[in-house]
């Protein structure tokens, strides 16, 4: 059982910046990956950034040079901070925790949380 808690959306203009946060609790010790997914209105769910236990890090073409994942292990935390917001990102972001290299019907999911970059 895992639990994801996401936090630090909201809106902001465009060129701003935001920190989305996950906090996960429970039996996270087999997690192998941890990602972020965005989902816009009209469009399909996809890939963010993605960051796994070995220290493999990728992120979406769209995103690069802007976005940074990064993890916290002694909060069990993982952290994508957002800079020069465009209004393309606009879209609900998901936090997805994984034990597997490819994402499964077993993963695990945030509630999600909004982010709003006006124009």
């Known amino acids: 059982q895992v639990q994801l808690v996401e936090s630090g959306g909201g809106l902001v203009q465009p060129g701003g910046s935001l920190r989305l946060s996950c906090a996960a609790s429970?039996?996270?010790?087999?997690?192998?990956?941890a990602a972020w997914y965005r989902q816009a209105p009209g469009k399909q769910r996809e890939l963010v950034a993605i960051?796994?236990?070995?220290?493999?890090?990728n992120y979406a073409d769209s995103v690069k040079g802007r976005f940074t994942i990064s993890r916290d292990n002694a909060k069990n935390t993982v952290v994508l901070q957002m800079n020069s917001l465009k209004p393309e990102d606009t879209a609900v972001y998901y936090c997805?925790?994984?034990?597997?290299?490819?994402?499964?019907?077993?993963?695990?999911w945030g509630q999600g949380t909004q982010v709003t970059v006006s124009s």
């Open positions: 960051t796994t236990t070995v220290g493999s890090i």
């Open positions: 429970g039996s996270i010790f087999n997690i192998y990956a």
């Open positions: 997805n925790a994984r034990t597997t290299i490819m994402p499964t019907a077993n993963d695990y």
